[in-house]
């Protein structure tokens, strides 16, 4: 049930993003739901194995419990800041598309000038951020704007040909702010 479930949500992102073209999104970050499986498993065995040690009263146990699940929690951690840290990973490239047309004055004498307004790619989540250098812009744009959690495309058309732009922006995690993610996410995972 599961298997047709993840299948089900992999198609409609895939649908949504290219069917109403709002900008593809890219992450190569291994999802939280793989660490599951393996993660409860070893969390039961550290269970039983504290519950079968007869010579440690309650305390003892309870110590020793928190302990191994300390240990088995900076285990993650240190395999997940390698997902991290892997390139590409802990960051969402989106890019749109951006396009109008000029149109021509009554009488098609005179051309009147277009302002076809501002594309934006915003950040994917609130602790990501943008700079220049991680920003492409391709075509007839007339004005880019970057700021931390955000990218945009302006085109003006003078004329009556289609103009056309694309705008490419990659949203990463900063050092710190994935530090806090990876707790959040240990978090997450061992208390369920």
Request: proline content about 2%; overall charge neutral; glycine content about 4%.
């Amino acid at each position: 049930m599961k298997l047709k479930i993840r299948f089900l949500m992999l198609i409609l992102s895939l649908f949504s993003v290219n069917a109403f073209s709002e900008g593809r999104e890219t992450t190569a970050l291994k999802p939280l739901d793989d660490y599951r499986s393996e993660y409860k498993e070893r969390y039961d065995a550290i269970f039983d194995m504290v519950e079968s040690r007869t010579e440690l009263n309650f305390r003892e146990k309870q110590a020793r419990y928190e302990q191994e699940v300390k240990a088995l929690k900076r285990e993650f951690k240190v395999q997940r800041a390698k997902d991290y840290a892997v390139a590409g990973t802990g960051s969402v490239t989106k890019t749109i598309e951006h396009s109008c047309r000029g149109r021509s004055a009554s009488g098609g004498q005179r051309i009147m000038p277009v302002d076809c307004g501002y594309q934006c790619v915003e950040q994917p989540k609130e602790r990501m951020f943008t700079k220049e250098e991680w920003v492409t812009a391709s075509g007839d744009y007339s004005d880019l704007i970057v700021s931390q959690t955000k990218a945009c495309i302006e085109l003006r058309n003078d004329d009556t040909s289609l103009k056309k732009a694309t705008l490419t922006a990659t949203f990463k995690y900063n050092d710190s702010n994935i530090d806090l993610k990876i707790a959040e996410e240990a978090e997450a995972l061992f208390s369920q």
